[in-house]
């Protein structure tokens, strides 16, 4: 479970996350977080000494959330599913997150990180990379997944998943229904599925 913060760093946060997705971190200014948050710019310093603390509280609460559902997503059912079966759950989570979380999914996924992250945030992230690849690894053992590096196979699939976000972000990931997100998630399948495998 995230820790919880107190109130006022929480909406920070919140406010600092939808205006990245809006804006990009780069783009975003201290008062607009300010203003979205409905307090003072001197409010922010009281939690967050700068802008990279206040963008790395919020990559690593977003990260954290994520982890947490694709956690949830792949246990749920036990341990004893098919790498197939366990793709689907990756899946579910990933869409679940992008629905209920679409500014947190797009600052994510859809931005570049590499100048303000700390170390900490920067091990969240390899984090996640390594639950995928894992994974990966896993399904190849198994004879399942196509071979080739696990990492490139993960940045494939995540690629898939985070186009087909912007492509429908106009309208809310939401607005897709059961049908596409299946006839999407067995397209990426097949992207990652070894055709000799029974």
Excluded at 52 to 68: C, I, M, T
Excluded at 107 to 128: C, G, K, M, N, V
Excluded at 170 to 179: I, M, Q, T, V, W
Aim: net charge negative; aromatic share 10%.
């Amino acid at each position: 479970m995230t820790p919880r913060k107190p109130a006022l760093a929480q909406s920070l946060i919140d406010a600092a996350i939808a205006l990245f997705a809006e804006r990009t971190y780069e783009g975003t200014q201290m008062p607009a977080v300010a203003e979205r948050a409905g307090v003072g710019v001197g409010s922010i310093y009281r939690y967050f000494p700068s802008k990279e603390a206040l963008g790395n509280a919020a990559f690593q609460h977003a990260k954290r959330d994520l982890l947490e559902r694709l956690a949830g997503a792949v246990t749920e059912g036990g341990p004893t599913a098919s790498i197939r079966v366990e793709f689907g759950r990756f899946w579910r989570g990933f869409a679940e997150y992008a629905t209920d979380r679409p500014d947190a999914f797009v600052f994510l996924e859809h931005q570049q990180h590499d100048t303000y992250l700390t170390p900490e945030s920067r091990e969240l992230a390899a984090e996640i990379d390594r639950v995928a690849a894992d994974f990966i690894a896993r399904g190849q053992r198994a004879g399942e997944i196509r071979e080739g590096d696990a990492g490139r196979l993960v940045a494939l699939a995540l690629g898939a998943f985070a186009g087909l976000v912007r492509f429908q972000r106009p309208h809310g990931l939401s607005a897709l229904d059961r049908d596409a997100l299946d006839q999407a998630e067995a397209a990426v399948w097949d992207l990652l599925h070894r055709k000799d495998a029974s």
